[in-house]
């Protein structure tokens, strides 16, 4: 048997390096006297299935963590990479100053159970509602109900399957951007079993 090759491995500080992570626009306000804005958000993730959950991490200082602390609710709008400069150009830019909307060309639209807007370009959007919002440090972290779902109908066969990687989605990685690779397989691919093979 060969012998295995050493790995090298360094020692880091700790830090946020569980990447690649989705890079959404999350939009909030439109209600409440807040007018519509965005916010980049790479800190993002799924949290509970039964009820649909998932959560935002955004700093105490940025323009919508207020408007999502007192409205309580935000759209998180899944990008393409046709989208890339405008996502990018929304992190680095304050709301409190541009309309953010008109600046990069995207349509607000209305949701189907919050007051904020959608992206209407973009090929997902998640309507949220807060539960629970928890400052950690650095960041506060949003945990919200999904309260609703729209998706593009381009992304969706004929058998209603939705076929994300039709959508040319975008991921971040330690402060750059990328496409999403090829798809490699399903859930459970390692164990399923192969087609004409016996046991």
């Not at 519509?36 to 790479?42: E, G, R, S, V």
Request: hydrophobic residues 40%.
């Amino acid at each position: 048997m060969a012998r295995k090759q050493r790995i090298e491995k360094q020692s880091w500080k700790p830090g946020n390096v569980l990447w690649p992570a989705p890079a959404v626009l999350v939009s909030c306000g439109g209600t409440r006297g807040w007018k519509p804005n965005l916010i980049t958000i790479a800190w993002t993730g799924n949290v509970c299935s039964e009820p649909p959950m998932l959560s935002i991490s955004v700093r105490p200082e940025r323009y919508s963590h207020e408007i999502i602390k007192t409205s309580g609710e935000f759209v998180v709008n899944v990008p393409t990479l046709r989208q890339a400069g405008a996502v990018d150009w929304c992190g680095v830019v304050s709301g409190r100053d541009k309309d953010k909307f008109a600046a990069v060309g995207l349509t607000p639209a209305p949701a189907l159970k919050t007051g904020c807007p959608i992206v209407a370009e973009c090929p997902v959007n998640i309507e949220c509602r807060v539960k629970r919002s928890l400052p950690l440090g650095s960041h506060t972290l949003f945990l919200a109900e999904v309260v609703a779902v729209q998706v593009s109908s381009a992304l969706i066969d004929p058998k209603g399957k939705l076929c994300l990687e039709k959508g040319g989605l975008l991921a971040f990685a330690h402060g750059q951007y990328f496409g999403l690779g090829r798809c490699i397989g399903r859930f459970g691919f390692s164990i399923r079993r192969r087609k004409g093979v016996r046991r």
